[in-house]
């Protein structure tokens, strides 16, 4: 992971061009780990604060906004799957989980649990880097122009605001979405009432340089799927054996 002086200055200069200066915290108990990380990332022109466990970590999240959480699975005290559901209710940061373990119900759960993202330890500090910006970037990418056509979706009774991503359910109670559920249901209320494949939906959701696998596809569909159960048993996302999705309600654009 050697990188020359001139090279990482450089790198630095076009990361901060295109606003990179994102404030990140890693929450793991290896100090070599959060060193390594944390360098790597501040030369890419990111803001970096680092914790070692659950109370640090509430001491970086109070001196202010954070937008991305870097955290470790294996942490003393409470485990990075509990950080990762209470960070999730509350709508914190978005997350990216690491874990020595690397096992893919591992990283079913931690997706389960409202995760962004999931990287296996040791990992690349450059695939990482990739990881943070691609999540970042669902975060907050410019609206497309098909939004000036219409800056909210409706269905079933349903709002999705592509504006201020926000989900209003039938009652108006606003249902929080990750910044991954946000976009597989923005794919999906965009394409309505056409089936879909996991690959597209992966395209579509998380990019094409992205190199998540399908099943964390089913997993986020799952999650989706009880956000968007309102009592009434309607069925909004069907499954269409051996091929894929479909958003089966119509949908209506609306300013």
């Known amino acids: 992971m050697e990188t020359s002086p001139t090279t990482a200055s450089s790198a630095?200069?076009?990361?901060?061009?295109?606003?990179?200066?994102?404030r990140i915290l890693i929450v793991d108990d290896d100090p070599g780990i959060r060193d390594v990380v944390s360098d790597f990332l501040v030369r890419h022109g990111y803001v970096v604060d680092t914790a070692q466990d659950a109370r640090t970590m509430e001491q970086a999240l109070a001196k202010g906004p954070v937008d991305l959480v870097v955290l470790d699975v294996m942490l003393p005290?409470?485990?990075?799957?509990?950080?990762?559901?209470?960070l999730a209710a509350q709508d914190g940061p978005a997350i990216i989980m690491l874990s020595a373990m690397g096992e893919e119900t591992d990283r079913i759960v931690g997706l389960e649990l409202g995760a962004d993202d999931y990287l296996?330890?040791?990992?690349?500090?450059?695939?990482?880097?990739a990881r943070v910006r691609a999540v970042l970037r669902r975060r907050t990418e410019p609206r497309s122009s098909d939004d000036t056509m219409g800056a909210a979706c409706e269905f079933a009774g349903?709002?999705?605001?592509?504006v201020r991503r926000e989900l209003r359910s039938p009652q108006s109670v606003v249902v929080n979405l990750s910044s991954g559920e946000f976009s597989l249901l923005r794919a999906f209320v965009e394409r309505p009432q056409r089936v879909l494949?996991?690959?597209?939906?992966?395209?579509?959701?998380?990019?094409?340089?992205?190199?998540?696998y399908d099943r964390a596809i089913d997993v986020?569909?799952?999650?989706?799927?009880?956000?968007?159960?309102?009592?009434?048993g309607g069925e909004l996302i069907r499954t269409i054996r051996s091929e894929g999705y479909m958003f089966t309600p119509k949908v209506t654009r609306t300013p």
């Open 12 to 22: 630095a200069v076009a990361d901060t061009a295109k606003g990179a200066g994102a």
């Open 77 to 86: 005290g409470e485990d990075g799957l509990a950080i990762c559901r209470r």
């Open 158 to 162: 349903w709002r999705l605001d592509l």
């Open 120 to 129: 296996p330890k040791p990992c690349n500090p450059r695939e990482l880097l």
């Open 197 to 212: 494949t996991r690959d597209q939906l992966l395209d579509l959701a998380r990019g094409r340089d992205s190199d998540a």
């Open 220 to 232: 986020q569909i799952s999650r989706l799927r009880r956000k968007l159960d309102d009592g009434g």
